[in-house]
């Protein structure tokens, strides 16, 4: 029982990450240790354990996605989502610059512990912070990308979102944001509209099923080099989080300013939360090793 509470608590904290535009799942998940059961468990769930599943073969099935380590995992992942989705929508809107603060600060210290967790480091390796961090610019640089209101729209939003929910890197909740769906998700989340979460779930699944084992497999051969790069992701897309953000001038989309250049600039506060974030998920790191599943 110890270690399922344990388990479901990794859970709570990879769904808190998740709900948030800034530090993944999975970095949550390679920080507290259980990254590689989670890419096991997630590559169980294919076309032969589906298969046994519909022959009857619970036991099987179960066995084949290690669901004694899903279960509790995904019941704290959804606790997460079902404490944290009013609140941070509320914080959005009605605390800007704090709450992007805070997020900020996330992204800053994951990036740097995602490298930090790096075996058997090369100084050439390196180098791949710098694809990460131009893409991560490109990404962070670019305007929401408005899907259409539509149910083909959010399932393929699940299927792009849950992708970067499980690598250790950019977050789902970020992809969201790019798509102009995050607030819709939230919402459903808030006020349990099943209607669209089934179909984003649904697409997450089948993101998953297709994803996983391609991820599975680029882990094994370049592990290292892949980290590089998702770190310098999470750098450059630091752009997009900036909390201090001003209307151009044709009023339709949003630039950074610095913040002596932005009125109720709210800087102690935002340096605060900024280190608070920075604090907080070092503290998950050194709990995570010190508590491995």
């Not at 619970?58 to 995992?73: E, M, N, R």
């Not at 992204?107 to 390796?125: C, G, S, T």
């Not at 929910?165 to 819709?184: H, N, R």
């Amino acid at each position: 029982m110890k270690n399922k509470l344990l388990i479901a608590t990794k859970g709570v904290a990879m769904g808190a990450a998740d709900v948030v535009p800034g530090v993944s799942g999975g970095t949550i998940a390679l920080l507290t240790g259980i990254y590689p059961r989670l890419i096991n468990a997630i590559t169980g769930l294919n076309l032969k354990s589906i298969k046994s599943l519909l022959k009857g073969d619970i036991k099987g099935f179960w066995q084949a996605i290690d669901g004694s380590f899903v279960l509790p995992l995904l019941l704290g992942i959804a606790l997460a989502f079902a404490l944290l989705a009013h609140p941070i929508k509320y914080a959005i809107s009605n605390l800007p610059i704090p709450t992007w603060s805070f997020f900020f600060g996330l992204i800053i210290a994951a990036a740097i512990l995602i490298v930090q967790h790096i075996p058997n480091k090369k100084l050439a390796q390196y180098f791949w912070l710098i694809p990460g961090i131009a893409v991560g610019l490109w990404v962070g640089s670019m305007a929401s990308i408005p899907f259409p209101n539509s149910q083909v729209a959010i399932f393929l939003a699940g299927m792009l979102a849950i992708c970067a929910m499980i690598l250790p890197g950019i977050s789902g909740s970020f992809i969201l944001v790019l798509l102009d769906m995050y607030e819709t998700l939230l919402t459903a989340v808030k006020d349990l509209q099943f209607n669209v979460l089934l179909i984003f779930i649904a697409g997450a699944v089948i993101g998953l099923v297709l994803f996983s084992r391609i991820l599975k497999w680029v882990l094994a051969k370049f592990y290292n080099i892949t980290l590089f790069f998702l770190s310098g992701l999470m750098i450059g897309s630091l752009i997009k989080v900036w909390p201090w953000k001003a209307n151009q001038d044709d009023l339709q989309s949003l630039i950074n300013v610095w913040p002596n250049n932005f009125p109720d600039a709210q800087t102690p506060l935002a340096i605060s939360l900024i280190v608070i974030a920075i604090v907080l998920v070092f503290s998950i790191d050194y709990l995570g090793r010190k508590y491995s599943t």
